[in-house]
Each structure stands twice: as C-alpha cells, then as structure tokens.
C-alpha cells in the first residue's frame, strides 16, 4: 500500500486489485475501507475456473502494447479495445519494435482501423522521447496502465517513464517472437510529476465477460447492419432480408471482420452465463452453510 506518509504491506483484501484506493485503518488494516472505484478491468480466470479475475482499477487511460512483428494480432487488440470501451476507459494502442519489422505501414493500417475511437501511436522505446511522446495521457493525477503480451515492451516502456529502472526487461526469442515474462505481478508506481503508473505481467489468455457493451461499441457498424436484419434473431447466414450477408455479398463488409465480432459475442454470452451459474450456485452453497450453522446452534 502507497500514499502521503504511508509505505506499508498489508494483508490481502478479498475482491481488491492494483489500482483500488483504501481509507486505511491502521488500527485493523485488514478492515480498510476500499472506496467506490472510477473503472475496473476484470477477465474471466484463466484454465477452468469460472471465476472473474481482477485486473485494474480507476484507470484513465490503457496502452494496448504490441510489437510490429509475428506478436501483431488483431483480434488480440480488438478484445482489450472492448475490455476498456466497457470499463469507459480511454484506450490507446502503442505499436513497439518498429525497427524489427521491414514496414510496419501495414500493421498501423490494420491497426487504426480497428476503431476510430482509439489512437495508434508507433514507438521505438530506445529511440523515441517516450516521456514527450506519452505525456498527454500522463498529467498529474491521472491513473495509466500497460496491456499486452509478454516480450512486447512494456517495462521498457514504464522505465522510460519513470526515467529508472523499476521494471525488468528481457528480449523475445528469436525462432517465434514469442518474449518472456519479466514483470510477474502487477506493479503500481508514480512519475515525479505525480502520475500513477500501472505495469502488469503478459496476458497469453484473454477471456472476455460481461463486456456485451464494449464489443457494440468495438463493431457499432455491425450492429447498424444487424438492426436492418428482416428478421430480429437473424443468425447472419442463409436468412432472407440479411443485412449483413448483404453487404458481405457487396463487398462493403469484411468476412474476417464479421467472423471475430460473432466469436467475441458468443464467447462473451457463454462466459458471462457460466459466471452468473457459478455466482448463483456460490449464493446457494452459502445459504445453506449459514443454515446448518444456525440448525448446530440449536
């Protein structure tokens, strides 16, 4: 735990992440209040716990970080975009690694027209002024964190930022341009003009819930589309009166396009269904634990 006169470790708070501001009890720290947060990132966990996993929170603005080279993953970018447009935070895409691709043209290309909401910026993190570079997002008071894949330099990134090494930093492998994980937790730091700086290990898993919102706003053009559907549960394959099948046939809408914004709404429907099962089965487990302790009393 940071702030004004305090540097101190406490217990683990249930349900709280990097990012969460405290009203601290030095009495009972454990007993810290944590205050309403402004944003939250959250995913479903990893492997096949249905849980939902913390990520961040009362964040400003999100770096999506990703290299120009085989690291460039389009859908990849698109699930953080809807990750933040849900948690109504400002997201920006940092492309690194300029110097390794031959002409990273293409990828700021694909890459900018993901959203017309979302800025693309490339960076040479040993090249650029990256503090010039970055200091809109970075005034005082304002909250930023780092998202990506490991290996695509995002401690390099906040080093640069904080102007000294707080973060480790290591190269990729070569054969893949896989990198290696060098931040293995999630850090919180503050620039000397008083930003709060948020770095997180790579995420090789991504699972989205309870982003229904995010993913209209990422494909609103589809959604546009879906609405002048004849039919209101048009599945967009072989029914009559298809918008979408429409302007694919036409060649105004990309099939790939299409494909990943049906994949992130079917994966988010299934995710966000399994948690609220797993919710509601916790509630009922919980329920009648309180029951046989009031039934032991007796």
């Given amino acids: 735990m940071l702030g004004d006169g305090i540097d ?32 939250v990132f959250e995913r479903r966990a990893p492997g096949h716990d249905r849980k939902l996993q913390l990520i961040a929170s009362n964040v400003d603005t999100v770096f999506i970080v990703s290299s120009c080279n085989k690291d460039f993953n389009i859908a990849r970018l698109e699930r953080y975009i809807a990750l933040a447009f849900e948690a109504d935070v400002t997201p920006v ?118 982003v229904g919102t995010g993913i209209s706003e990422l494909f609103d053009d589809l959604v546009t589309l879906a609405g002048q559907c004849r039919f209101r549960d048009c599945q967009h394959e072989s029914e009559p009166g298809c918008a979408i099948r429409q302007a694919l046939d036409e060649g105004a809408l990309d099939m790939s396009r299409m494909m990943r914004w049906r994949k992130l709404a079917a994966e988010e429907r299934f995710n966000s269904a399994t948690l609220a099962e797993r919710k509601a089965h916790d509630r009922s487990r919980h329920k009648m634990h309180r029951s046989i302790q009031q039934k032991e009393k007796w």
């Fill in 8 to 39: 101190t470790i406490i217990p683990p708070i249930p349900d709280t992440t990097v990012g969460d501001w405290l009203l601290l009890d030095r009495t009972a720290p454990t007993r810290s209040t944590v205050l309403n947060r402004s944003s």
């Fill in 93 to 210: 895409i940092l492309l690194t690694k300029a110097d390794l691709c031959v002409d990273p043209a293409p990828q700021l290309a694909a890459a900018r027209a993901i959203s017309d909401r979302v800025l693309v910026e490339a960076l040479d993190a040993l090249r650029d002024d990256i503090v010039a570079r970055l200091s809109p997002w970075c005034a005082t008071g304002q909250t930023i964190a780092f998202l990506g894949s490991s290996g695509v330099g995002k401690s390099t990134l906040v080093n640069a930022l904080m102007k000294k090494g707080v973060a480790e930093t290591a190269g990729i492998r070569e054969d893949d341009s896989k990198g290696r994980h060098t931040t293995t937790r999630r850090q919180l730091h503050f620039t000397s003009d008083g930003c709060a700086v948020l770095d997180t290990p790579g995420m090789r898993e991504l699972q989205l819930t309870d």
